[in-house]
């Protein structure tokens, strides 16, 4: 691609998530959206292949949907109250679209089947940018809106979500795949707690955003897309494996590691607000996941395929590791004990 285009394509995308996270008018909200979208599309169908091309074709398809949706919503909102102010969503009819129409966008369950497909056709870069920074604005409007938004429907949607990302995940061999059930499993742990908590909901996505990022840039360094690319690649790179495990580890939320936090303070949260059902429910829904991400962790670092020995060592020069990669495993890894600071900011 055209470095002068990439560099189009990368601004409009940074242009659209700051003018949604920043305005507090629907129709604003929306054009964020919509620039995020376009400028996305041709980052999906850079390869020019048929796979690209379809998953860029079913996003834009779901993306339109979902934004019409949303703009509906705001209409008939301002219709019956007058009000185009995002915090000012009072309508039941509006809040139910809202939800449907962000659930799509983000691909919470039962709008989720578009994501999966999406990822599998994307280059692992995009893959990183659809899985972190364009699930950023909806995210947003979810935090804007919560105080607005119906608790049984968004507990039954993240449940859900929790128990699909994990069942579905579980038979992939095809690592984008798997990354993308992930995602919407942690989605469902943001949506549940949501409505009581809105900064822990961000501060999870905070957590999610760097260790899915160290995940994807690592597979990227190392051209990891399948288990079996992933289980040689442990003799030409062994640090950086090593630390892909505990990177996934740290996914999977296993207490040493950064994830465990945002999980252990969504289950406290939850029985504060005597929600112990569906805690409970949830939080062994996670065994699900943990199998996928102890599969993945396994195959990365202690699985050795069969190879004779002189071809156990590369002897060519590996390419250095970026200093990126170094700081956002450190952090997917060591952030437990500066827990403390990040209660106090939550």
């Known amino acids: 691609m055209n470095p002068y285009a990439k560099l189009t394509f990368s601004l409009s995308l940074v242009l659209g998530t700051t ?13 964020g959206l919509e620039i995020n979208t376009l400028a996305i599309i041709p980052l999906i169908s850079k390869p020019h292949h048929p796979r690209a091309i379809e998953a860029a074709i079913k996003y834009f398809l779901v993306q339109a949907a979902a934004s019409t949706l949303l703009l509906f919503s705001s209409m008939i909102n301002a219709w019956h109250t007058g009000q185009w102010d995002i915090t000012q969503l009072s309508h039941p009819t509006s809040s139910l679209l809202l939800t449907a ?3 799509m966008k983000l691909g919470l369950v039962p709008f989720h ?5 999406v990822l599998q056709g994307s280059p692992l870069i995009t893959a990183m940018l659809l899985s972190t920074v364009m699930k950023f604005p909806p995210i947003t409007i979810l935090f804007l809106t919560s105080h607005s938004l119906n608790p049984a429907l968004l507990t039954t949607m993240a449940i859900a979500s929790a128990a699909l990302g994990g069942w579905m995940g579980l038979n992939q061999t095809q690592i984008r795949k798997i990354l993308a059930f992930s995602s919407i499993s942690h989605l469902g742990w943001m949506s ?3 409505i009581y908590s809105p900064k822990l909901t961000l501060a999870t996505f905070y957590i999610y955003c760097t260790m899915t990022s160290a995940i ?7 051209k990891s897309l399948k288990l079996s690319t992933m289980m040689t690649s442990w003799t030409k790179t062994p640090m950086l494996n090593t630390t892909l495990m505990m990177t996934l580890l740290s996914l999977a939320g296993l207490p040493p590691l950064t994830g465990f936090l945002p999980k252990w303070l969504i289950i406290q ?12 429910i949830i939080a062994i ?5 943990l199998f996928f991400y102890l599969r993945l962790a396994y195959y990365s670092t202690i699985t050795l395929p069969p190879n ?9 020069a590996n390419k250095p590791t970026s200093t990126l990669i170094a700081a956002l495993s450190s952090m997917s890894a060591l952030l437990l004990p500066l827990s403390p600071m990040i209660l106090a900011l939550i």
């Not at 994807?216 to 190392?222: I, K, M, R």
């Not at 504060?272 to 569906?278: D, L, S, W, Y």
């Not at 829904?285 to 996941?289: H, Y």
């Open 19 to 31: 003018i949604t996270i920043s305005s507090n008018h629907w129709v604003t909200a929306w054009t």
């Open 101 to 103: 129409a962000i659930a």
């Open 113 to 117: 089947f578009w994501f999966p497909e």
């Open 192 to 194: 549940i707690v949501l």
């Open 216 to 222: 994807f840039l690592t597979l990227n360094t190392t």
């Open 269 to 280: 949260e939850l029985c504060k607000q005597e929600m112990t059902a569906p805690a409970t």
């Open 285 to 289: 829904l996670s065994l699900l996941s």
């Open 308 to 316: 004779p020995t002189n071809l156990m060592k590369q002897w060519h």
